[in-house]
């Protein structure tokens, strides 16, 4: 099985990404700090997009500028 990391995987191009590539078979790691902007402020109760994620991929909350984050 392959491993993919998708930076800003929460996203709008990035969830539906994760889980095509789910369903191709890969393992899927998505590092994303879910912006309010985009995610609103409680992404777990608000957010279809990260919904659509959440316990699906390896999810890291974290900012792909901060390299230890990273
Ligand atoms: N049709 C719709 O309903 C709809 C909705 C949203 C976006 N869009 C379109 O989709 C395109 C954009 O999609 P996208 O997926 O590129 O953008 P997006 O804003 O949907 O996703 C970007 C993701 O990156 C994350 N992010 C931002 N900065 C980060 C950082 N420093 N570290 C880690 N994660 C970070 C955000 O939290 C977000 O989850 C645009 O063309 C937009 O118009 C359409």
């Known amino acids: 099985m392959k491993n993919i990391l ?3 995987g929460a996203g709008f ?3 539906r990404l994760a ?5 191709e078979g890969y393992a ?7 912006l309010s902007q985009i995610h609103g402020k409680n992404p777990e109760n608000d957010c279809p997009l990260y919904n659509s994620i959440a316990g699906k991929v390896n999810f890291i909350n974290g900012d792909v500028a901060k390299r230890q984050e990273l």
């Open 13 to 15: 191009i990035g969830s």
């Open 28 to 34: 899927v790691t998505v590092l994303d700090n879910l």
């Open 6 to 8: 998708i930076t800003g």
């Open 19 to 23: 889980l095509r590539l789910l369903e």
